[in-house]
């Protein structure tokens, strides 16, 4: 509540924005960022600064200014964490392949597929490779959400999957996706010095494999130690 009386409430989804309640005579009016890049959703506090002003805190999208008068969200820098204080728009591509030109094993050109999920207008930002669970026998290539408007890219990946596909198969499909995200991400803006692997069950021990045995992606000339 502001000193005004009114009482202030942010939104945790859709669009984004907050909204003035008036005690007096009960009525609501809401207010939304007119640049779309500006997302102010998620909030977890508001902070009356003046009369004018208010401070918004998200969880995920950064800190912003409030102008009462003149109806603008601004977005403000935090120290140290300056990726923190826009919003980006994020893109994303599907089922990309992975695989070199000349494959012709049929599974492969089924399975071997990537998604990729990244900030757009900005440079040199991290990536996350993905790989999904499912005991190496199921399972297919999702964004985890809380790697979601992180500013950061995923690439998340399909491999070959048990009983069709033998030890080490997943292991080199792995292997190979990592590699195409050395050799491509920074056609999209992604700094190759900044990738990061992991993964979920299945997908961890995709991911240790890769690092324990630097064989897998020194195949494709990727050192295993700059991952």
Not at 47 to 67: H, K, M, Q, V
Not at 100 to 124: M, Q, S
Not at 144 to 170: H, I, K, M
Request: hydrophobic share 35%.
């Amino acid at each position: 509540q502001d000193s005004n009386g009114y009482i202030w409430i942010g939104f945790n989804g859709g669009p984004g924005g907050i909204c003035r309640f008036n005690e007096q005579n009960e009525s609501f009016t809401t207010f939304y960022p007119s640049n779309s890049s500006h997302k102010v959703r998620d909030v977890y506090f508001i902070y009356e600064a003046s009369d004018n002003e208010l401070w918004i805190g998200t969880r995920n999208n950064g800190l912003f200014c409030y102008n009462i008068a003149e109806n603008v969200f601004t977005p403000i820098p935090v120290m140290g964490r300056e990726d923190l204080s826009v919003s980006y728009i994020y893109k994303d591509k599907k089922d990309i392949s992975y695989l070199l030109e000349n494959e012709t094993d049929a599974y492969r050109l089924e399975r071997c597929k990537l998604d990729i999920y990244y900030p757009e207008g900005i440079k040199d930002f991290p990536t996350v490779v993905w790989f999904h669970g499912g005991g190496l026998t199921g399972g297919s290539k999702h964004i985890p959400r809380e790697l979601t408007e992180q500013g950061f890219a995923v690439v998340t990946v399909n491999y070959r999957l048990s009983p069709r596909a033998t030890n080490p198969a997943y292991i080199e499909d792995a292997a190979e996706a990592v590699a195409w995200t050395f050799k491509h991400i920074s056609q999209y803006g992604g700094n190759p010095d900044k990738i990061y692997v992991s993964g979920h069950s299945a997908g961890g021990y995709l991911t240790l494999m890769l690092a324990l045995d630097k064989s897998y992606l020194q195949k494709y000339q990727v050192d295993a130690d700059k991952v």
